[in-house]
């Protein structure tokens, strides 16, 4: 089914997550979250805690209905029951300046996790499921903005 189609207008969809072949989430302009339960035959939208000025660049399903999402005004949102309810976490006091848009997250588990955007060498990381983020400096990057990151596993 086409995402657009659960009611609300989202002209772009940037990140999709599955944690099986049934649960999965796609996420995108306005501060939208959508779930699927079913393989992507339907999604249901769900309330995000992201302003809806706001882009969520993208997305990432962690395990047992633990899923984190990124974009935006430094924005991070996580669950931790498939979606039914999104608690926002702040990362904008760690960067001088605050942090215009995060662009990818990467979890090797649910505690572990690390998220890059336009943050110059810097590489916001966690160790507690998102509760804390520090920053931590990455010497070699030499770019503005990161679009994307990826870890396989933590070692």
Not at 81 to 110: H, N, R
Request: charged fraction near 10%; charge should be negative.
């Amino acid at each position: 089914q086409d995402p657009n189609a659960i009611g609300i207008v989202v002209y772009d969809w940037y990140g999709v997550s599955f944690q099986n072949a049934t649960h999965g989430w796609i996420v995108g302009a306005s501060g939208m979250i959508a779930y699927t339960s079913d393989g992507g035959v339907s999604f249901t939208a769900q309330v995000s805690g992201i302003s809806s000025s706001f882009i969520i660049r993208d997305v990432q399903a962690v395990g047992n209905g633990k899923v984190f999402a990124c974009g935006e005004g430094g924005s991070v949102t996580y669950t931790a029951d498939y979606g039914t309810t999104w608690t926002k976490q702040s990362t904008i006091a760690l960067v001088d300046g605050g942090v215009g848009t995060l662009f990818s997250l990467s979890f090797v588990s649910p505690l572990e996790g690390w998220a890059v955007g336009d943050l110059g060498s810097r590489v916001l990381r966690t160790t507690d499921g998102g509760t804390n983020w520090e920053v931590t400096t990455v010497e070699q990057i030499t770019w503005q903005v990161s679009y994307g990151v990826y870890f396989e596993n933590y070692r």
